[in-house]
T-cell receptor, first 119, second 113 residues
Framework: DSGVTQTPKHLITATGQRVTLRCSPR?????VYWYQQSLDQGLQFLIQYYNGEERAKGNILERFSAQQFPDLHSELNLSSLELGDSALYFC??????????????????FGPGTRLTVT | DAKTTQPTSMDCAEGRAANLPCNHSTISGNEYVYWYRQIHSQGPQYIIHGLKNNETNEMASLIITEDRKSSTLILPHATLRDTAVYYC??????????????FGDGTTLTVKP
């Protein structure tokens, strides 16, 4: 158990609909990362939040948005869903482990994922 | 983040050491090497990371070449439960907005009885 929780575990919805995926990070972790994993594209980074602020953006579609709340949980909103959005969505959290001359290293702890099926 | 190259697949006999190579020839001085694994459709699991020295923990050992252009993850006594996709990632420090991680395709390790 990584300490990261994601809800729901499974989600089945129709094209054109909107869904919200929720992630609670490990206690004490300030960063939350969202990833999408589909069969033909591997694990793709979507977006990162750090202590409530957007920190980095990856290949996130304009139809998708995310936010991190003051209690540090995060939500990923997916709208106007298409068949191609069917995938596993993972959330990860992390914090710096320590510092060296090159800056901090850090682990990422992944949640169990939400499997989204768009029909 | 530097790009990594890993073999697509490897087999290993149960009880033997599994040595998984990774090339990261464009790694820069402030980038760490991380290894994760993903068992079936579970969330990826952190294994180990390093900067330039070899590292060992309860799961594995990480050997980084002196020029840092490649590394090897060693599972000393592979078990059937180690069958997974192993990802080698290179990325910068957390505080430099380097949260992106390019996981690539990884190496599918199959441990056989």
């Amino acid at each position: 158990d990584s300490g990261v929780t994601q809800t729901p575990k499974h989600l089945i919805t129709a094209t054109g609909q909107r869904v919200t995926l929720r992630c609670s990070p490990r206690s004490g972790d300030l960063s939350v990362y969202w990833y999408q994993q589909s069969l033909d594209q591997g694990l793709q980074f979507l977006i990162q939040y750090y202590n409530g602020e957007e920190r980095a953006k990856g290949n996130i579609l304009e139809r998708f948005s995310a936010q991190q709340f003051p209690d540090l949980h995060s939500e990923l909103n997916l709208s106007s869903l298409e068949l191609g959005d069917s995938a596993l969505y993972f959330c990860a959290s992390g914090s710096p482990l320590g510092t060296s001359g090159s800056g901090s290293s850090y682990e990422q702890y992944f949640g169990p994922g939400t499997r989204l099926t768009v029909t | 983040d530097a790009k990594t190259t890993q073999p697509t697949s490897m087999d290993c006999a149960e009880g033997r050491a599994a040595n998984l190579p990774c090339n990261h020839s464009t790694i820069s001085g402030n980038e760490y090497v991380y290894w994760y694994r993903q068992i079936h459709s579970q969330g990826p699991q952190y294994i180990i990371h390093g900067l330039k020295n070899n590292e060992t923990n309860e799961m594995a050992s990480l050997i980084i070449t002196e020029d840092r252009k490649s590394s090897t993850l060693i599972l000393p006594h592979a078990t059937l439960r180690d069958t997974a996709v192993y990802y080698c990632i290179v990325r910068g420090a957390h505080n430099t907005n380097a949260g992106k991680s390019t996981f690539g395709d990884g190496t599918t390790l199959t441990v056989k009885p």
